[in-house]
């Protein structure tokens, strides 16, 4: 009988080990470790993708790098602007891009819009997790036809390489890595050993066949890539698909990308028939109002290389029950603690007893400190009850000194703001140094202290 050789996986970061441990020492997380079989003596492990026997007699040898010919291959270019943002300009021939996001947040959605995009490519769309007539179902939804978009339901990658072979497809989407299972690997599917062997499989087919390949993951309840780390390593480019199902709107977020830039976004809106690009989220992004209210302002923040203009809403209330409530949506409550810290202390407003509501608007999560001096602003304007003219925003850093300071790319901000039609914007003084605003017919308001902001616009 053919011996099994076995071993202890981490279910939390991939780490392996020859026997059982209550804590792993790579990632600190307790009972994650689960027992999978390896390899089996009368199994040959080897890849279920194979090259030619040519290929495989020439052994690799070292080469100096002056000698190396490289020549930039044409990125295929999709209909999606937003995609094509994110990856930095279009799909690489031969890269892998693994996209992760929460259960029913649109991830199959989009990887099948973009299937059926792609006009002149014959794409392979292979699912493990839905029947053919459930992806059929959401192709007619989307009202889009495309003949040469192939679908596959099958997990074996055995199977799924000899259809490859035979379609020869220019473009291969896997739905999802963790449904697949190789036959040369003995544990259950979505185990550590399973994802770890079949993303090594499918990446040795992209590079040797020059064929781009889209992987769609699970996230753990942290928000984290399921499997092992090593499979963000093993990718190309790893994209996260945001948002609140319980909102419209959707952020394709670059976290690693070999080929560009990782600072670049790209906002969706979900509808009936799809997901829509947004071209130019600042519109969405601000409520359509007429007259002011007290604790809103408009905040320049900046997503990636996108300045992005957003609605800050706070309410401040004296506290009814002891203890002074501090919720955030959408931004660090610990940040917002210290915001109020500072108010009081170099502001003097005694907002120890009041309680504190904030949210940015659209379901948004922001890190960008730029977006301090909107939300100093909001907090008072409730708490004073005096409200800020719709046409102001702000665009501006605060220190714990109650200094106003600087903020990068501040020339673009002012620039979303006039192209909006705001009237006034609110900006550090540190920031005109060297740079000439003359040029924009937005008034802008440069300050140093806090003090200066506000008495400008509370008196």
Known sequence: MAKIKTAYFCQNCGAQSAKWVGRCPACGEWNTY????????????????KVGTSSQQVAAKPKPIAEITYSEQARIVTQDAELNRVLGGGIVPGSMVLIGGEPGIGKSTLMLQIALSLRNQRVLYISGEESEQQIKMRAERLGVQHPNCFILTETGTQNIFKQIEQLQPDVLIVDSIQTLHSAFIESGAGSVAQVRECTAELLKFAKESGTPVFLIGHITKEGNL????ILEHMVDTVLQFEGDRHMTYRILRTTKNRFGSTSELGIYEMLGTGLREVSNPSEILISQREESFSGITIGGTMEGNRPLLIEVQSLVTPATYGTPQRTATGFDVKRLNMLLAVLEKRGGFKLGTQDVFLNIA????????????AICAAMLSSFEDIAIPHTTCFAAEVGLGGEVRAVHRVEQRISEAEKLGFQDIYISKYNKKGVNFSRFNIRIHAASRLEEVFSGLFG
């Open 34 to 49: 689960v027992e999978e079989v390896v390899a089996r003596e009368d199994v040959t492990p080897t890849s279920a993708w």
């Open 226 to 229: 399921a499997g092992p780390k």
């Open 362 to 373: 659209g379901g948004l999560k922001v890190e960008d400190p730029a977006l301090d001096l």
